[in-house]
């Protein structure tokens, strides 16, 4: 089993579809509202009611204002060592197949000789985010011309990626630098710093519709000069 949590900001349309998704694949989930408004704190409440998942209200725990993601990551590394599990993040933007958390788990058991050659031992597996016409898209256009799953040191993101056990014993998430705001790119090049391999699953790929908790984040596609003024002058989007 893993351990599957997702953050979420607003945008219930977006997340109840993501989350829908998830439970649809037979896999329990934790939901963390990163201070939604009462209404949507309200509508994860009663998804909780009607599909099982677990909701936890940050703000119940700290009043640190969203986003909460170095808190998310702590408080899932702690519970997936103690229940000797391996973590799975998806975001609330990223609609997940039914067949896709499996293929993440079973990747990391392949045995050598397969097609996935893999030398050391494995600390993340992401599955490729592609828009709805199925096409790879941010945060991994990269991979446009990656034919077939295996290691990859280029950026991760936390999109739908599994973190492995060995991964999380090997490096401690209070270690996370409290002035940032995302993680993803600094924890996937630890891994490699750390000695394992992150596997890019190009075969298993999940919708992504990106940005859709945080609109302001629209502005890097369509407006770049004023997302990055805003990213400097207000200290927003740390990485």
Not at 69 to 82: C, F, G, I, K, N
Request: aromatic share 8%; net charge neutral; proline share 6%.
């Amino acid at each position: 089993m893993v351990n599957i949590v997702m953050p979420v900001k607003d945008s219930l349309e977006t997340a109840e579809e993501a989350i829908r998704a998830i439970v649809r694949s037979g896999h329990t989930l934790t939901v963390y509202d990163d201070y939604s408004t009462p209404e949507n704190a309200a509508r994860l409440d009663a998804l909780h009611e009607e599909l099982g998942i677990r909701v936890v209200h940050i703000s119940e725990h700290v009043d640190h204002p969203s986003p909460n993601y170095r808190w998310v990551l702590r408080t899932a590394q702690r519970e997936a060592l103690e229940q000797n599990r391996d973590l799975v993040i998806v975001e609330s933007d990223v609609l997940v197949r039914p067949e896709t958390i499996d293929r993440l788990v079973e990747s990391q058991k392949v045995p050598s000789g397969t097609p996935i050659n893999v030398k050391r031992p494995i600390g993340m597996v992401a599955a490729v985010t592609v828009n709805d016409e199925g096409v790879v898209n941010f945060p991994y256009e990269y991979a446009r011309k990656i034919r077939k799953d295996g290691p990859c040191k280029k950026r991760f993101s936390f999109c739908c990626t599994l973190l492995t056990q060995e991964l999380l014993r090997a490096y401690d998430f209070e270690q996370l630098d409290p002035e940032k705001n995302w993680y993803d790119v600094h924890i996937s090049h630890m891994s490699v710093k750390l000695g394992f391999e992150n596997i890019l699953q190009v075969s298993n790929p999940v919708i992504h519709r990106p940005h859709s908790s945080r609109p302001w984040k629209q502005l890097k596609y369509t407006n770049p000069l004023l997302y990055y003024w805003r990213k400097l002058t207000q200290r927003k989007d740390r990485i």
